[in-house]
């Protein structure tokens, strides 16, 4: 079975259209991996060369992968749920009512996208609280703690503007309570208060500008630093693992071999 | 001799043409960037605003008895008549701006979100709150209409008199 599949992948791969996407070829020399890396868009940002240990997602106890598979998720159910929710007064609520009691898997899209945005919340502090008690932002990856806790950020504030957009009365004190905080900035907290809200009270305007926020500005942001966080992780030497750590006395070999094998 | 060295230190503070040019390009680059910031802290600032009136009417003084104690919720404010007159206090939490209510069993008034509390009076007993509850100005409309400025506040124990 699987050798069949070798021998279709194999063959798919002379065809004249792998050829055309995949201009590299599928070589098992160095300089054909080492292609197939520089000629994807999407990987050609990276090392052509790093070793398995480095990016193994293990290094991270899974919390880095755990996290970004969260914001995986929250931008997908998110996407559907704007599908049905208008940010405006008289429609934001009922669309939500709507979408728990009449929309087909309403119920289960809203609640996998507040369930996964409480997890986010989670395993981003996990991952930093393992990150900073294993010693792993220190030199070289001192610049990546500081793109990670621009990130902690990013997920706290997407986690503040969403809390309006179902505008019940528990978004609603909740977001005059947090607008109030930001209100308290010296010189500047009434005027960022004014501009956040779009107004003195939440209102029709803060609901639209949360909602963008949340689903435009954000996000993009977001993504940004996600892409500069994954890039630095390998520019930095690989995820940090800790020379002491078990496996690494006990099968130094091992641990080299894999190394090689790549 | 000396012309050399006065063409030379002279040739050292004068602007050549090519500096004189990128530091007047960067210059307008710069003022172009202050001023776009400028454009969008406008452009973000709403110049109308579809809030309710900052001014309301009450109605008139005898729907208040003397000893009572009123919430408008909708309007965020207390109409309270004593046997010194009539007065109102915002009902907003000075802390972080929850709706406070008042407990008529207890005699004060209190916040729901972070527990501070106030007399009647709008003083403040207990809590986080850093300020006591601003008393509003209230007047008399033509009409006989009890009227309150939610934007407008009055030093304390200014009754009004009916």
């Known amino acids: ?262 | 001799m000396t012309t050399a060295t006065t063409t030379i230190s002279e040739a050292d503070q004068e602007l050549s043409r090519r500096r004189f040019f990128s530091q007047l390009g960067l210059g307008s680059l710069g003022v172009a960037a202050v001023g776009t910031l400028a454009f969008y802290y406008r452009y973000l600032s709403p110049n109308v605003l579809f809030e309710a009136s900052p001014i309301v009417n009450a109605g008139i003084a005898e729907n208040y008895p003397v000893d009572s104690v009123t919430l408008d919720a909708t309007s965020g404010i207390y109409l309270i008549r004593v046997q010194e007159g009539f007065f109102s206090l915002k009902a907003v939490c000075t802390h972080l701006g929850c709706l406070t209510a008042w407990k008529p069993e207890l005699g004060v008034i209190a916040c729901p979100c972070h527990g501070s509390r106030f007399s009647r009076e709008g003083q403040k007993l207990a809590g986080p709150a850093p300020k006591s509850l601003p008393w509003l100005k209230t007047w008399l409309s033509d009409d006989a209409n009890l009227m309150v400025d939610r934007s407008a506040e009055i030093p304390a124990l200014q009754f009004l008199r009916i």
């Not at chain 1, 054909?32 to 520089?38: C, F, K």
């Not at chain 1, 220190?138 to 703690?145: G, L, Q």
């Not at chain 1, 305007?205 to 390998?234: E, K, Q, S």
């Open chain 1, 1 to 262: 079975m699987a050798n069949g599949i070798d021998t279709l992948i194999g063959k798919a791969e002379k065809t004249r259209v792998w050829r055309s996407i995949f201009r590299s070829g599928a070589g098992q020399s160095t300089l054909h991996r080492a292609l197939a890396i520089q000629q994807n868009v999407f990987l050609h940002l990276f090392p052509t060369k790093v070793r398995r240990r480095m990016i193994s997602l293990g290094a991270t106890w899974y919390l880095g992968i755990l996290t970004l598979g969260t914001f995986l998720l929250l931008l997908i159910t998110g996407v559907l749920l704007m599908l049905y929710y208008h940010p405006s007064v008289p429609q934001a609520y009922a669309d939500v009512k709507d979408l728990k009691y009449a929309v087909t898997s309403g119920l289960f899209l809203r609640n996998l996208h507040r369930w996964s945005a409480h997890a986010m919340v989670f395993l981003a502090f996990a991952h930093m609280f393992r990150v900073f008690y294993r010693g792993a932002y220190r030199p070289p990856r001192e610049f990546n703690w500081v793109v990670g806790v621009v990130l902690l950020l990013f997920t706290l504030l997407l986690s503040y503007t969403g809390y309006l957009l179902p505008w019940d009365q528990l978004a609603f004190w909740a977001i005059t309570v947090g607008s109030n905080i930001s209100a308290a900035v010296p010189v500047v907290g009434n005027k960022f208060h004014f501009l956040l809200l779009g107004g003195n009270q939440v209102n029709a305007n803060a609901l639209l500008r949360f909602y963008v926020l949340h689903c435009a500005i954000l996000p993009l942001t977001a993504v940004l630093f996600l892409v500069v966080h994954f890039w630095r992780i390998r520019k930095d030497g690989g995820l940090y693992v800790r020379k002491s750590e078990p496996h690494d006395q006990d099968e130094p070999k091992a641990a080299s071999g894999a190394g090689e094998k790549q």
